[in-house]
């Protein structure tokens, strides 16, 4: 079956850094795209960065530009979420998911989800 497996998340102070993994198993033609949202408590989902597998494009929200950078090893079924500059406001439960958001003028479906992981920033 399809599974989405997450990783790397934890307690980091502000201005730290952590790199999350996404690995994904399961599916009969791998996703073309991934996304990581994020969810704090009381807030509604983000979308934080999302990759085309494919031909490596990405798209970030704009809380996270040049803070953070997604990207993918196809050969290992994986896409990374490099996360610098942390700041408090960063708090929040961080899911993959692949689909149900657009890059560019290309729209990707897909439901898939990973269970998350927690990422907690303070001193």
């Known amino acids: 079956q399809v599974q989405l497996v997450e990783s790397g998340g934890g307690l980091v102070q502000p201005g730290g850094s952590l790199r999350l993994s996404c690995k994904y198993s399961g599916f009969t033609f791998s996703p073309s795209a991934m996304a990581w949202y994020r969810q704090a408590p009381g807030k509604g989902r983000e979308l934080v960065a999302a990759?085309?597998?494919?031909?490596?494009?990405?798209k970030y929200g704009d809380s996270v530009k040049g803070r953070f950078t997604i990207s993918r090893d196809n050969a290992k079924n994986t896409v990374y979420l490099q996360m610098n500059s942390l700041n408090p406001e960063d708090t929040a439960e961080y899911y993959c998911?692949?689909?149900?958001?657009?890059?560019?003028?290309?729209?990707?479906?897909?439901?898939?989800r990973g269970q998350g992981t927690q990422v907690t920033v303070s001193s």
């Open positions: 990759i085309d597998t494919v031909d490596g494009m990405t």
């Open positions: 998911k692949t689909g149900g958001f657009s890059i560019g003028s290309i729209y990707y479906s897909g439901d898939y």
